[in-house]
Structure formats: structure tokens, C-alpha cells
């Protein structure tokens, strides 16, 4: 059960309607009796009820991780009795694994920095330790969200510590898909190496290509992007935890720093280093906006690379008919037989998502001031909507249609016999001018170009067929007679 169906679950079994009452530095707050979080989260679910969606659970984990971390730290260095950093963690490690998911429910679009969010998480894991000492939620004097789950830590650095983490995450999944996609595209070039075609540039007539050389490119075009997604995505492994408000790291134990990025990498399996400048890693989302940058790029490429197979794939009695893509379902509700492109134009669709959601990232980038950017939570919440877009729409894409793209060489031999871009191999043998006053006059009468060339006796029958041999005019060389 998903963290939505969760929530309308509880509040159908009254979870909404029964409440304790917690408080904060602002007084007295009624909270769902049932829930974990506690008074602060309670004010921003009423305060910012702006469009329900709720953060990436990859952003919780990646908070979790944080907390979990800073606990052990802080136990180990003798200031968090061990008794309440044990069940501190143990309620982290619960949340880690998705079984408070439904407790995380701060709009994304909420106060800047991200407080709300990092109190979300203080608060849930704060009330979970309690019970998990058989002590009542909202008991603060034994566990604290603030004084306890938070300690040695601030907003300042933990949500751009999480971001870093939650894309560190969450983008495995989309490297693995792009290898995917990647590898099928170059098993295609090689499957459609012998299927010789006109190739097209200005959507006119061109010289001859393979059907394998298109696809070659497109698998050179997703490699690529992900090389270069792998890259910007290496660079999130520093990170600005211990910096505290403002980057000073005050209330931070001088040994904190070190231990945390250890236990940080023990805990997520990534090489975590510190930040070489504390104050850039509050102050600057640069890493962040490369990577979502680097999603932006290659969904440029990818949208260009959907346009070719729905154009390739065009009519099939009045478009190209070049490739043929499984049918998944029907196209149309009144044109009976009609099968459209529909994987190729989800894939359009998702690709113009992420690039607008990089526009969200870059302007909240550039939004900060000072020792801060306070426009966190919608760069995590865009940045999270650019993988979760780009990995289930290129799962779907490769799944339902690239694996299932076969040639249809019998068009594509019709259109390359017809096409005058062949007579670019006449310009070594009879001239530019002479070969397009051959083209002239074919488009004309429409006869070939093999016929006018006979004609006016520039070749032979058999020189004819040796120069204009399409598979020798797919490589390099220089046609002779």
C-alpha cells in the first residue's frame, strides 16, 4: 500500500479525528493521536496546504541516513546517553526501510530551507524512540526532536546533505535503465547493420545511410549523457554536514566532521568526503544544478532520439514505414486498426518534464542569499521528479518498445532506389553542376537517376552499378568508375 492510500486508510478509521496535545516554542498544538510527528509538522500541514505532494521517500531515506549518523556520532563521542541514541536509531533504521512512510507529510512547497521536513523527520523519529522505550509520543523531556534526534545539526546542513544523498540513491536505478537502453540501442545497430536506406537531411533526400548507423548514433547519444550524468552525480559525495546554522559549526564537537562522513559512508555504501569549504556547501547548490543539468541534456537528446522513431515509424501507407514498433494498444476511438507511437510520445512527454523541472532547479539555485539558499525543498522535490520521470519513463520506453523495433527494409529500399541523393556520388566522376542538372531533370520527368545518367552517357551499366552501390556509399572513400 502506497504512503497516499496509507493516509486515507487512517483517516477512514478516524485516524484524523482523535488527538494528543504537543507542544512547541509557539505554544500548545492538537495532533492526530496516532501520528508520529509531533506540533511542528502539524503547523506546516496546516500552514502550507498547497498541492499534496509529499517529499521523494528517497529525500527521507536520505534524511534518516543523516540522523542515523549524526546518533551514532554523538553517542560515541559521550554527548547522547547511549540508552536514547540506540532507540533513536533503531526508529531511524524503520524509517529507512519504508515503515513510517505514511508519516512524512509536509507539502513540498513549505517554509524555505526546509524546516518543516527536518522536523518531520526529528518529530517521527523522536516519538518511535519514545515508544520504542515504552515511554508516550510527544514525551520531549526524555527525547527531544530538537535537543536529541537534531543534535549537532541544523536545517542548514542537513537538507543539503539529504539532497546530495537522495540523489546519490535514487540515481542508481536511473544509470542502470540508461544501460540498459544504451545496450539495446547498440544491439539494434548491429541487428539493422545491413539494411541500407536513404538518409535525410533537411527531411529532404540524402545520401545513403544504414539503418544500423542511425541506431549506432543513438546508442552513442545515451552513452554519452549517462557518462556524463555519472560524472556530475560523483561530485555530490561532499558534503557540508557539521557546518551547523550558518557553515561555523557551532554546538558541533570538533571531532564530529570526520566521524560523521565515516559513518555517513558505512551507513549508505557511497565514498562520502567533506566539504573542502563548509560555508560554498551551505551557500551553493552548484553540484546539485549540474547534475539536474546533466538530466536536462540528455533528455534533449532522448526527445530527438523519440522524434526519429515516430517519424521513422510514420504512416504506415503515408509516412516513412521505415522501422515498425510493437503495437501496445489501440490509437485511436472512432479509426478502427489505427496504432499509434504511444511509447516514443509518453517518452516526448517525460523529457519535456525534465527539462522544466531543471528551470525550477536552476532558478532556486540562484535564489540564495548569503550563508543560505532557503529554496531546498523544491530543488529536492524537482531534482526528485527529474529521476523518478526519466528511470519509470525509460523502463517503460525499453520494455514495451525498444526491444521490440524491427525494420521494415522493404520500404526502406524503395525510398533509397528512389532518392536523389545518390547523385552526390556522381560529384568526383562528372561535377556538382553536372550532377545536379541531373537531379533537375529526374525530378522533372521522373525518371531515375540511373536512367538519366545512362542517357547522357556519363557510365556504363556496370560503372553505374559500381559507383552507386549504397552499401560502398555508407563508408568513406571516393567513388570512382
Known amino acids: 500500500m502506497d504512503r497516499d492510500a496509507k493516509l486515507e486508510t487512517s483517516r477512514s478509521e478516524g485516524f484524523m479525528t482523535k488527538f494528543r496535545i504537543e507542544k512547541d516554542s509557539l505554544g500548545e498544538v492538537s495532533v492526530p493521536e496516532k501520528a508520529y510527528w509531533g506540533a511542528q509538522t502539524q503547523r506546516a500541514v496546516e500552514n502550507f496546504p498547497v498541492s499534496g505532494h509529499l517529499a521523494h521517500m528517497g529525500f527521507v531515506w536520505a534524511g534518516a541516513a543523516v540522523k542515523r549518523a549524526a546518533a551514532i556520532v554523538n553517542r560515541d563521542l559521550g554527548l547522547l546517553p547511549h540508552d536514547k541514541a540506540d532507540a533513536i536509531i533503531k526508529a531511524v533504521i524503520e524509517v529507512m526501510e519504508g515503515r513510517l512512510d505514511d508519516q512524512f507529510v509536509v507539502d513540498v512547497y513549505q517554509a524555505g530551507a526546509g524546516t518543516s521536513h527536518n522536523m518531520n523527520l526529528n518529530e517521527v523519529i523522536a516519538n518511535r524512540a519514545l515508544e520504542i522505550l515504552g515511554r508516550p509520543r510527544g514525551d520531549v523531556s526524555y527525547i527531544s526532536p530538537n535537543d536529541h534526534v537534531n543534535m549537532a545539526q541544523s536545517t542548514n546542513d542537513v537538507i543539503p546533505t539529504s539532497i546530495r544523498l537522495f540523489i546519490l540513491h535514487d540515481s542508481l536505478e536511473l544509470n542502470?535503465?540508461?544501460?540498459?537502453?544504451?545496450?539495446?540501442?547498440?544491439?539494434?545497430?548491429?541487428?539493422?547493420?545491413?539494411?541500407?536506406?536513404?538518409?535525410r537531411t533537411h527531411l529532404q533526400d540524402a545520401v545513403p545511410v544504414r539503418l544500423g548507423q542511425e541506431f549506432g548514433a543513438y546508442a552513442e547519444a545515451v552513452a554519452r549523457g549517462a557518462q556524463r550524468i555519472s560524472q556530475m552525480r560523483e561530485s555530490l559525495s561532499e558534503i557540508g554536514l557539521g557546518g551547523s546554522a550558518a557553515g561555523t559549526g557551532l554546538n558541533v564537537h570538533p571531532e564530529y566532521r570526520a566521524r560523521v562522513v565515516a559513518a555517513l559512508t558505512e551507513i549508505t555504501g557511497f565514498r562520502i568526503r567533506p566539504a573542502n569549504d563548509y560555508f560554498w556547501a551551505m551557500q551553493s547548490l552548484a553540484p546539485i544544478v549540474d547534475f539536474s543539468a546533466a538530466l536536462r541534456n540528455i533528455a534533449i537528446e532522448l526527445s530527438r532520439i523519440m522524434n526519429d522513431l515516430r517519424l521513422l515509424a510514420s504512416g504506415p501507407s503515408t509516412g516513412l514505414d521505415e522501422i515498425l514498433l510493437p503495437a501496445v494498444q489501440p490509437g485511436s476511438s472512432i479509426m478502427p486498426g489505427k496504432v499509434n507511437p504511444v511509447l516514443p510520445e509518453m517518452m516526448n512527454m517525460v523529457c519535456f518534464s525534465v527539462i522544466g523541472f531543471h528551470e525550477t532547479v536552476a532558478w532556486a539555485a540562484a535564489a540564495g542569499q548569503l550563508e543560505l539558499n532557503v529554496m531546498m525543498p523544491v530543488v529536492a522535490y524537482a531534482v526528485g521528479e527529474q529521476m523518478k520521470c526519466?528511470?519509470?519513463?525509460?523502463?517503460?520506453?525499453?520494455?514495451?518498445?525498444?526491444?521490440?523495433?524491427?525494420?521494415?527494409?522493404?520500404?526502406?529500399?524503395?525510398?533509397?532506389?528512389?532518392?536523389?541523393?545518390?547523385?552526390?556520388?556522381l560529384n568526383p566522376i562528372i561535377g556538382y553542376l553536372n550532377a545536379a542538372e541531373?537531379?533537375?531533370?529526374?525530378?522533372?520527368?521522373?525518371r531515375s537517376i540511373k536512367e538519366i545518367v545512362l542517357e547522357k552517357g556519363y557510365l556504363t551499366e556496370e560503372q553505374m552499378q559500381r559507383v552507386l552501390d549504397p552499401l560502398h556509399l555508407t563508408e568513406p572513400g571516393i567513388p570512382k568508375k
Do not use: M, W, Y
Open 176 to 199: 542502470a535503465i540508461l544501460a540498459q537502453v544504451q545496450t539495446t540501442f547498440k544491439s539494434k545497430a548491429a541487428q539493422f547493420d545491413r539494411v541500407l536506406k536513404s538518409g
Open 390 to 425: 526519466l528511470t519509470g519513463g525509460l523502463r517503460a520506453f525499453h520494455r514495451k518498445c525498444l526491444l521490440g523495433i524491427e525494420p521494415n527494409e522493404d520500404s526502406c529500399r524503395g525510398f533509397l532506389e528512389r532518392s536523389f541523393g545518390l547523385a552526390t556520388a
Open 438 to 446: 541531373v537531379v533537375k531533370q529526374a525530378q522533372l520527368t521522373g
